[in-house]
C-alpha cells in the first residue's frame, strides 16, 4: 500500500545505494543494510534500481521506499530515471514514491517531463519525487505536479557544477516558496548528524543520508587514501 507523504514522519532517509562493480552491488547486501537503516530509526530509504527495490520490498514489507534507476543514455545528461520505462520499472519493483531528474536539462529521446508526470498520473497514480539543482527547478516541479522536492542535484548538473552541497541554505527559500503540502528533502552532502539536524531546522521535512552511512566504498577509499599521504 503506498504510504501518503502527509503521514510520513519527519528524520531521516538513508539512501541504500553501492555502485557498480562493487561487492555491495548486491541484493541481499542491500536488502539487509535497508533494514538495519530501519530498525535504527530510518523513516524510509532510497533505492536504486528494480532489482534492489524489489529486494527490498520483500525483505522490509512496511518499509517506505522512494525508488529510482539510474540510466545513462548518449544525447543526454539527465540519469536519474530518466524516461518513461525506467519510471515504469521502479513502479514495479515496490517503490512507494518515484524519484525523477526534475531539471531543465533534455531528457533522452526528446521526453517532455511534464508529460510524464501527466502520464504517471493517469496511468500510475504514482507519488512523485522532484530530483532538482536550483529554486528554480523546484518551483517548476511543484508546478507540475510533483508530490516531493528534493535538493539531490544542487552541485550535480552543469548550470551547479561550482557549487558544493548541502544545500541547507536553500531550504527556507524553497519552504517559502512551496505549498506545505509538497515535501520538502534535503539530499545531498550531508556527512553528520549534525548537518542532519540543521537541515530539518532550515525547513526539510526530511534528510536523506547516503554515503555518510551506507558508502562502504567511499569512505574507505577516502580513509585509505588521506592515511596514505
Known amino acids: 500500500m503506498v504510504k501518503s507523504a502527509h503521514v510520513l514522519k519527519r528524520g531521516l532517509i538513508v539512501s541504500v545505494q553501492a555502485p557498480v ?3 555491495m552491488r548486491d541484493s541481499d547486501v542491500i536488502a539487509a543494510m535497508a533494514e538495519a537503516s530501519l530498525l535504527n530509526g530510518a523513516v524510509g530509504v532510497r533505492l536504486e534500481s528494480p532489482e534492489h527495490i524489489g529486494a527490498v520490498r520483500r525483505r522490509c514489507p512496511d518499509a517506505l521506499i522512494i525508488g529510482l534507476w539510474k540510466c545513462t543514455y ?3 545528461s539527465v540519469y536519474i530515471t530518466p524516461g518513461w520505462r525506467e519510471i515504469q520499472a521502479v513502479w514495479s519493483a515496490g517503490a512507494d514514491v518515484i524519484a525523477v531528474d526534475a531539471t531543465s536539462r ?3 529521446d526528446g521526453q517532455d517531463l511534464g508529460q510524464l508526470v501527466q502520464r504517471c498520473r493517469d496511468e500510475l497514480r504514482a507519488p512523485l519525487m522532484a530530483d532538482v539543482d536550483s529554486i528554480e527547478n523546484a518551483a517548476l516541479a511543484a508546478e507540475l505536479g510533483f508530490d516531493w522536492i ?3 542535484l544542487y552541485g550535480y548538473t552543469e548550470e551547479t557544477a561550482e ?3 548541502p544545500a541547507i541554505h536553500l531550504l527556507p527559500e ?3 516558496a512551496l505549498n506545505p503540502d509538497v515535501r520538502l528533502i534535503c539530499e545531498g552532502g550531508i556527512h553528520s548528524p549534525e548537518a542532519a539536524r540543521s537541515a ?3 525547513g526539510a521535512d526530511n534528510v536523506v543520508v547516503g554515503t555518510a552511512i551506507t558508502g562502504v566504498d567511499l569512505q574507505v577509499n577516502a580513509y585509505s587514501e588521506f592515511m596514505a599521504n
Open 21 to 23: 562493480g562493487s561487492p
Open 163 to 165: 557549487c558544493k552541497p
Open 74 to 76: 548518449p544525447e543526454s
Open 200 to 202: 530539518l531546522e532550515a
Open 150 to 152: 528534493g535538493t539531490t
Open 174 to 176: 524553497l519552504r517559502r
Open 106 to 108: 533534455p531528457r533522452p
